[in-house]
């Protein structure tokens, strides 16, 4: 089955209830990150609740059913949807270059982040605990804000800054810029 909102086809339900919270809280690009960090702090469950109501999503249709009845969705995937949108924050431009190897420093990977119009030349390195980003300690990568990491520090108060998910962003950068596969790369 396919889920249509707004005239596009989704694959999946999350999906089109991700696209749903996007539409909602950017107003389709109208409204700023920064107002959008602002209704965010509300919760995934209010806003999902106002979205709803707003849109109408669960009154009954000429045929018996609402929006989402027709679409086998309830509240809980429109719940789901505004989560994932506040967890990743799609609306935040993160620009991560490909990450790139020195063969003097095995094990680790270097590439530039630009975010809110700054440049941080990060270092990546293998995550030190299993349970960092779901990786083992033998691969994956992921970044360190410790004593000598300056810019990834400065990335890190930069995301607290603009109230995002530290986490969700290092996994984001870490995919966008190839890191575990330049550090691959610097041990072979």
């Not at 083992?136 to 360190?144: C, E, R, V, Y």
Request: hydrophobic share 45%.
């Amino acid at each position: 089955m396919a889920y249509e909102f707004q005239s596009t086809l989704f694959p999946t339900s999350r999906e089109m209830c991700e696209a749903i919270a996007h539409e909602w809280l950017t107003a389709g690009g109208m409204n700023s990150q920064a107002a959008v960090s602002e209704f965010v702090a509300g919760g995934a469950e209010a806003l999902a609740n106002e979205c709803i109501a707003d849109w109408g999503l669960d009154e009954i249709d000429e045929n018996g059913k609402s929006w989402m009845a027709a679409r086998e969705i309830d509240r809980t995937d429109i719940v789901a949807g505004f989560a994932s949108f506040i967890e990743n924050r799609p609306d935040v431009k993160i620009d991560a270059e490909a990450a790139d190897w020195i063969p003097e420093q095995p094990g680790v990977a270097y590439g530039d982040v630009t975010f809110a119009g700054e440049t941080y030349s990060i270092q990546y390195s293998r995550p030190r605990n299993q349970s960092h980003i779901g990786q083992s300690l033998l691969d994956g990568a992921t970044i360190h804000c410790d004593e000598g990491h300056d810019d990834n520090t400065k990335f890190l108060a930069a995301i607290d800054a603009a109230g995002l998910d530290w986490n969700a962003v290092v996994k984001r950068v870490v995919i966008a810029s190839r890191a575990a596969d330049a550090i691959d790369k610097s041990l072979i």
